[in-house]
């Protein structure tokens, strides 16, 4: 007798793979974070006698986020041509092989230069992600499917956050404090690569041009050339002795020239390169990764010197931030897709979940700087970590609207190449205001303009109406 039951949408099955892929994406880079604010605290390894270890810090989370901006663009291209499963898989294996091999350095140089190339393999991973998403999911339910997948950023980043001190400290009992850091680059890597291997079995979309071959050898063709350039970069500006600070420039600056490179050459011929409106979205996007890598990197930090908790007891609090995307990302994805069925469109939401975000940023500032309580402290995280995932769903929505379907990998790949351009800056900068001032109110503060920027920004998007393709606008 054959079955009546309803069976399962085929774009249920995606969300829940790609859920599960960003989740060992981001505790493979978010690890990194809390390993390096544990080195400080221990003083081990590569960071035991720096001069300003949270800058030190801070560039290290600054080099693999030059890696991962710098392959947006070209694997969002590649993946248009040869596939976007297709290098989902490419960029989870290769993370996996990176992330392990980032265990057993040993030098600062060789943990930045394998940051980097995870990186790399990484950046091939969020174009072609939002793009899966857009083109497997109906309209009406795209904002939610956004969400939902981005779930699994909340969750890898509240596990990386929440469980890796005491993962370390449990190391360090057993295996010594100088082995201990490596610990969860060796743990989390294996279930990576089985991920990698689940998206390929079980994701089924039809691809025209799809090819392994052809799309990892495109990857590393452009990943060799770039990871030369960034350690190019960073090893010139360290025989030079410039700081921390200097050294995110410069790489910002190569992230700059790839920009306008692409610009130059594609610029008059692409749709998502001469739209306005899209072009606002990129910029507007750069604080949000900011926000996202202030307190991605730095949150554990934040928590821990305005308590007397310690780097252990504070990783409870700091995964309020985690915990609280959880909640956002699928809400922010329910509000915009409600939103538009209304007929008002999504800008709208995001002008006000992110006005909202800036507001609550600037109130942790001045809570910090007044010595609140621990409590307090842990609500506005809590409250921040909502509205802003709530806000970047939103933001990635309203960018699959305005984006033609055919150069939605294309896109989303700008989107992420300008966009960490604040991920770069962000755990860097905010480490050396804390170096330089004693505290974090002025990078807290930092954050909370960068937020109303963008806000202003997207203020200036002509958002096209329901069903119509904008094309170029």
């Given at each position: 007798?054959?079955?009546?039951?309803?069976?399962?949408?085929?774009?249920?099955?995606?969300?829940?793979?790609?859920?599960?892929?960003?989740?060992?994406?981001?505790?493979?880079?978010?690890?990194?974070?809390?390993?390096?604010?544990?080195?400080?605290?221990?003083?081990?390894?590569?960071?035991?006698?720096?001069?300003?270890?949270?800058?030190?810090?801070?560039?290290?989370?600054?080099?693999?986020?030059?890696?991962?901006?710098?392959?947006?663009?070209?694997?969002?291209?590649?993946?248009?041509?040869?596939?976007?499963?297709?290098?989902?898989?490419?960029?989870?294996?290769?993370?996996?092989?990176?992330?392990?091999?980032?265990?057993?350095?040993?030098?600062?140089?060789?943990?930045?230069?394998?940051?980097?190339?995870?990186g790399l393999g990484e950046g091939a991973y969020?174009?072609?992600?939002?793009?899966?998403?857009?083109?497997?999911?109906?309209?009406?339910?795209?904002?939610?499917?956004?969400?939902?997948?981005?779930?699994?950023?909340?969750?890898?980043?509240?596990?990386?956050?929440?469980?890796?001190?005491?993962?370390?400290?449990?190391?360090?009992?057993?295996?010594?404090?100088?082995?201990?850091?490596?610990?969860?680059?060796?743990?989390?890597?294996?279930?990576?690569?089985?991920?990698?291997?689940?998206?390929?079995?079980?994701?089924?979309?039809?691809?025209?041009?799809?090819?392994?071959?052809?799309?990892?050898?495109?990857?590393?063709?452009?990943?060799?050339?770039?990871?030369?350039?960034?350690?190019?970069?960073?090893?010139?500006?360290?025989?030079f002795r410039l700081s921390s600070l200097l050294?995110?420039?410069?790489?910002?600056?190569?992230?700059?020239?790839?920009?306008?490179?692409?610009?130059?050459?594609?610029?008059?011929?692409?749709?998502?390169?001469?739209?306005?409106?899209?072009?606002?979205?990129?910029?507007?996007?750069?604080?949000?990764?900011?926000?996202?890598?202030?307190?991605?990197?730095?949150?554990?930090?934040?928590?821990?010197?305005?308590?007397?908790?310690?780097?252990?007891?504070?990783?409870?609090?700091?995964?309020?931030?985690?915990?609280?995307?959880?909640?956002?990302?699928?809400?922010?994805?329910?509000?915009?897709?409600?939103?538009?069925?209304?007929?008002?469109?999504?800008?709208?939401?995001?002008?006000?979940?992110?006005?909202?975000?800036?507001?609550?940023?600037?109130?942790?500032?001045?809570?910090?700087?007044?010595?609140?309580?621990?409590?307090?402290?842990?609500?506005?995280?809590?409250?921040?970590?909502?509205?802003?995932?709530?806000?970047?769903?939103?933001?990635?929505?309203?960018?699959?609207?305005?984006?033609?379907?055919?150069?939605?990998?294309?896109?989303?790949?700008?989107?992420?190449?300008?966009?960490?351009?604040?991920?770069?800056?962000?755990?860097?900068?905010?480490?050396?205001?804390?170096?330089?001032?004693?505290?974090?109110?002025?990078?807290?503060?930092?954050?909370?303009?960068?937020?109303?920027?963008?806000?202003?920004?997207?203020?200036?998007?002509?958002?096209?109406?329901?069903?119509?393709?904008?094309?170029?606008?």
């Amino acid at each position: 007798m054959r079955s009546t039951r309803k069976p399962r949408q085929q774009y249920h099955i995606i969300w829940l793979w790609l859920f599960t892929a960003w989740m060992f994406c981001y505790i493979d880079r978010a690890i990194t974070g809390p390993t390096v604010s544990w080195m400080i605290e221990n003083k081990v390894a590569f960071l035991a006698d720096a001069p300003m270890p949270y800058a030190l810090a801070g560039i290290i989370g600054s080099m693999f986020f030059a890696g991962y901006m710098l392959t947006q663009y070209p694997a969002g291209r590649l993946g248009d041509r040869h596939g976007r499963k297709t290098m989902l898989v490419i960029s989870m294996l290769w993370a996996s092989v990176t992330t392990l091999a980032s265990g057993f350095a040993r030098s600062l140089e060789s943990f930045v230069g394998l940051r980097v190339l995870t990186g790399l393999g990484e950046g091939a991973y969020y174009s072609n992600d939002r793009a899966m998403v857009a083109m497997t999911t109906p309209r009406e339910k795209r904002g939610m499917g956004m969400g939902v997948v981005f779930v699994g950023l909340a969750a890898g980043l509240t596990i990386a956050t929440v469980a890796t001190p005491p993962l370390l400290s449990w190391a360090a009992e057993n295996w010594g404090k100088e082995v201990a850091w490596s610990v969860p680059f060796l743990l989390f890597a294996p279930p990576t690569l089985l991920v990698g291997l689940g998206l390929h079995r079980y994701i089924r979309v039809r691809e025209e041009g799809s090819s392994y071959r052809r799309g990892a050898g495109g990857l590393l063709l452009y990943s060799l050339p770039l990871f030369a350039v960034i350690m190019a970069t960073y090893l010139i500006t360290l025989e030079f002795r410039l700081s921390s600070l200097l050294q995110a420039a410069a790489v910002t600056i190569v992230a700059l020239g790839l920009v306008a490179l692409i610009f130059r050459v594609r610029g008059t011929s692409s749709p998502a390169l001469r739209s306005r409106n899209l072009l606002l979205m990129y910029i507007s996007a750069v604080p949000i990764l900011y926000t996202l890598w202030f307190f991605g990197f730095w949150a554990l930090m934040v928590v821990a010197e305005s308590s007397n908790l310690g780097i252990s007891g504070a990783a409870v609090y700091a995964g309020l931030f985690g915990v609280a995307n959880a909640i956002g990302y699928p809400l922010g994805g329910w509000l915009c897709d409600r939103s538009s069925a209304q007929g008002r469109g999504r800008k709208g939401m995001y002008i006000m979940l992110a006005s909202g975000l800036a507001a609550a940023i600037g109130m942790l500032a001045l809570s910090m700087a007044a010595g609140v309580g621990l409590l307090w402290t842990g609500s506005l995280l809590f409250l921040i970590g909502v509205l802003f995932s709530a806000m970047q769903t939103t933001h990635m929505t309203l960018t699959s609207d305005l984006a033609p379907p055919e150069n939605l990998g294309e896109a989303f790949g700008m989107w992420n190449l300008v966009a960490e351009i604040g991920a770069v800056i962000s755990p860097v900068l905010s480490g050396t205001l804390r170096d330089l001032t004693g505290s974090w109110t002025a990078a807290i503060l930092l954050d909370a303009g960068l937020v109303f920027a963008s806000v202003l920004l997207v203020l200036l998007v002509r958002e096209p109406r329901q069903g119509r393709n904008p094309g170029i606008s």
